[in-house]
């Protein structure tokens, strides 16, 4: 009986230190899952692009086009870039022939082809504010911009003949001459419209490909057509392949697992909710994948 008392006595302490290990394991685990969130947090919010509230995305197939490269070239970025779209769940043109959405421009002088285009391709620049145009001319490797619409939860829009109807009927009152976007939907935690990416464009110049692989331009397109995302500011604590053109550090080969989570998270959502949900959605997946 003495025997057994005394193991008891030797087990119990034994148990209750595995116990405090167990326990401080924890604390652990969720401070590192802690600090994971609020880095992805970060990262979400300083690579994602607003439009009136929310992040807006291809909803249309995406088609690419590659000018600047030497065919051959041309083809295997594209076809990256359409094996990017599918592996991250946004949809893409089925047919080889198709109008292009996502247009990747490798130019001389990226500023000069945004100067010439406020002249010539005012279209390829619509929705942009004066001052957007006049920041994608400053110098640097590159630049990028969407075109986006607003669309209905069914994904209707205003048509040509209404929005023409509505702006030229001068017999109309005031109201009516206002173009409105019927909604269906009266859900108080979605929005009852989206933005959809129209048309996203990608212009890198050709002294920044230097030494790039196709596979790191595709991916760099993919990232920023696709996502509507824009670089980081350097020294940031996530590995992303938009920094691949802004000399700090070895520049990743490809997406990185962060990259992909960004637009698997992004493609996983119908484009209803507020960007600050959105995010908040898009960073739990990063983190969870860590």
């Known amino acids: 009986m003495r025997?057994?008392?005394?193991l008891l006595l030797i087990a119990v302490p034994s148990v209750a230190v595995a116990q405090d290990v167990k326990s401080q394991d924890d604390i652990v685990v969720r401070a590192k899952r802690k600090q994971d969130r609020a880095v992805a947090e970060a990262f979400v919010r300083s690579v994602s692009t607003r439009t009136d509230g929310q992040l807006a995305r291809f909803h249309q197939p995406v088609c690419a086009d590659v000018i600047g490269l030497p065919q051959s070239y041309a083809t295997i970025v594209k076809e990256r870039i359409i094996a990017d779209a599918v592996s991250v769940g946004a949809p893409v043109a089925k047919k080889a022939t198709c109008?292009?959405?996502?247009?990747?421009?490798?130019?001389?002088?990226?500023?000069?082809?945004?100067?010439?285009?406020?002249?010539?391709?005012?279209?390829?620049?619509?929705?942009?504010?004066?001052?957007?145009i006049d920041?994608?001319?400053?110098?640097?490797?590159?630049?990028?911009?969407?075109?986006?619409?607003?669309?209905?939860?069914?994904?209707?829009?205003?048509s040509d003949a209404d929005m023409q109807h509505a702006l030229f009927d001068k017999t109309r009152d005031t109201?009516?001459?206002?173009?409105?976007?019927?909604?269906?939907?009266?859900?108080?935690?979605?929005?009852?419209?989206?933005?959809?990416?129209?048309?996203s464009f990608v212009v890198i110049d050709q002294s920044a490909t230097v030494g790039l692989s196709l596979r790191q331009i595709a991916d760099y397109a993919a990232m920023r057509g696709l996502g509507?995302?824009?670089?980081?500011?350097?020294?940031?604590?996530?590995?992303?392949?938009?920094s691949l053109l802004d000399g700090s550090g070895t520049a990743p080969r490809a997406l990185t697992g962060s990259d992909t989570a960004f637009l698997r998270g992004l493609y996983a959502s119908d484009g209803l909710s507020s960007a600050a949900t959105?995010?908040?959605?898009?960073?739990?997946?990063?983190a969870n994948e860590k």
């Not at 025997?3 to 005394?6: E, Y």
């Open 3 to 6: 025997l057994i008392f005394s």
């Open 99 to 132: 109008t292009p959405n996502l247009i990747v421009i490798v130019a001389t002088s990226g500023s000069d082809l945004v100067i010439d285009m406020r002249s010539r391709r005012p279209d390829w620049l619509t929705g942009l504010s004066p001052s957007d």
């Open 135 to 158: 920041a994608l001319t400053t110098p640097a490797p590159a630049r990028a911009w969407s075109v986006t619409s607003l669309r209905n939860e069914a994904g209707e829009e205003l």
């Open 175 to 199: 109201f009516s001459q206002t173009p409105v976007l019927r909604v269906r939907s009266t859900s108080i935690r979605q929005y009852a419209s989206r933005r959809d990416l129209e048309a």
């Open 228 to 242: 509507h995302a824009r670089p980081p500011a350097s020294g940031g604590q996530v590995d992303t392949i938009l």
């Open 278 to 286: 959105e995010r908040n959605a898009i960073a739990r997946r990063i």
